[in-house]
């Protein structure tokens, strides 16, 4: 079982910046894959990006060229730097880690004002 606790949503204009932070504890070997889902009010659940263990990075059309995904497999944290945040950005973000099966955080709102 693997649990995930996200932390560093918040409010921000338009243009600025915000890091997403997530940690897992529990008992597990490790993690093969973790990311970063977002949902919007009335928007189905999206991928923003993901990062395998070896450092593979795959990013949504809407995050390349702003987003950055990391991993510090030490801490067993993933960490998502927001930057140019637009309004559409707006959604509670939720962390993911797959190991035999998905595990989910209870996710962060992020609010960018115009």
């Known amino acids: 079982q693997v649990q995930l606790v996200e932390s560093g949503g918040g409010l921000v204009q338009a243009g600025g910046s915000l890091r997403l932070a997530c940690a897992a504890s529990g008992r597990f070997v490790k993690i093969d894959v973790m990311g970063w889902y977002r949902q919007a009010p009335g928007k189905q659940r999206e991928l923003v990006a993901r990062?395998?263990?070896?450092?593979?990075?795959v990013y949504a059309d809407s995050a390349k060229g702003r987003f950055t995904i990391s991993r510090d497999n030490a801490k067993s944290t993933i960490y998502l730097q927001m930057n140019s945040l637009k309004p559409e950005d707006t959604a509670v973000y939720y962390c993911?880690?797959?190991?035999?099966?998905?595990?989910w955080g209870q996710g962060t709102q992020v609010t960018v004002s115009s």
């Open positions: 993911y880690g797959f190991t035999t099966s998905y595990s």
């Open positions: 990062i395998t263990g070896g450092g593979i990075t």
